[in-house]
């Protein structure tokens, strides 16, 4: 069946401008996470979901970071006036349930800000 | 906190040569691990795990145990070829905070390997 699936697969934007970052889990996956990869940090963790509820945000870099899942599928991460250390490759991934189970990820949004 | 450290890449190795990639971590009670694997290219694909002590993980020649007592979990394979020039990325399953936690993924920094035929 169909896998993750991210857009837009790139983004450039300048600094200062929202952008808004899309994740279609696999069908059927209640839990939906979201990284990010960065030259400097490597593969960090921001956010997870059940369903819709995201209980634990600690892990968005600053308060311009927000994310929401609407109807136990679709995830927007939205990330406003952007700044230049915001340039990465934002992942998405999905499982079927939260306890250990693997997570499949999508092929990304590479987000540059000038 | 929970992390993994990997070996530092990258690794270099002729056709037909072993790998040992290189994976410890540190974590509070029993994490599930796994490895990782990230072609040129390409997002994040899976490529083993093994979830108590002792399990060991498989696929497409690559294998790893789960080592408690030395808290690793090596990545091994017996004779490389080109096509698993690749980056690998050990990782550790663990729960996030609040009450319904989720399992979030702790990465290492991933070991660049190239082969050369």
């Known amino acids: 069946g169909a896998g993750v699936s991210q857009s837009p697969s790139n983004k450039v934007t300048e600094k200062g401008k929202d952008v808004e970052l899309r994740c279609d889990p696999i069908?059927?996956?209640?839990?939906l996470y979201w990284y990010r990869q960065s030259l400097g940090q490597g593969l960090e963790f921001l956010i997870y979901?059940?369903?819709?509820?995201?209980?634990?945000k600690s892990g968005l870099p600053s308060d311009r970071f927000s994310a929401e899942r609407t109807g136990g599928s679709v995830s927007t991460l939205t990330i406003q006036r952007t700044q230049q250390e915001d340039s990465a490759v934002y992942l998405c991934?999905?499982?079927?349930?939260?306890?250990?189970?693997?997570?499949?990820f999508g092929p990304g949004t590479r987000l540059l800000v000038l | 906190g929970d992390s993994v450290t990997q070996m530092e890449g990258p690794v270099t190795l002729s056709e037909e040569a072993f790998l040992t990639i290189n994976c410890t971590y540190t974590?509070?009670?029993?994490?599930?691990l796994f490895w990782y694997v990230q072609y040129p290219g390409e997002g994040l694909q899976l490529l083993l795990k093994?979830?108590?002590?002792?399990d060991k993980g498989s696929n497409k020649g690559f294998e790893a145990t789960y080592r408690k007592e030395t808290t690793s979990f090596h990545l091994e394979k017996g004779s490389v070829q080109v096509s698993d020039s690749a980056v690998y990325f050990c990782?550790?399953?663990?729960?996030?905070?609040?009450?319904?936690?989720?399992?979030?993924?702790?990465f290492g920094g991933g070991t660049r390997l190239m082969v050369k035929p």
């Open positions: 991934a999905s499982s079927w349930r939260l306890a250990r189970e693997t997570q499949y």
């Open positions: 069908s059927g996956h209640t839990a």
């Open positions: 979901f059940q369903g819709n509820s995201a209980p634990d």
């Open positions: 974590a509070t009670g029993y994490p599930s």
């Open positions: 093994a979830t108590k002590a002792d």
């Open positions: 990782a550790l399953s663990a729960r996030a905070a609040g009450n319904n936690a989720g399992n979030m993924l702790t």
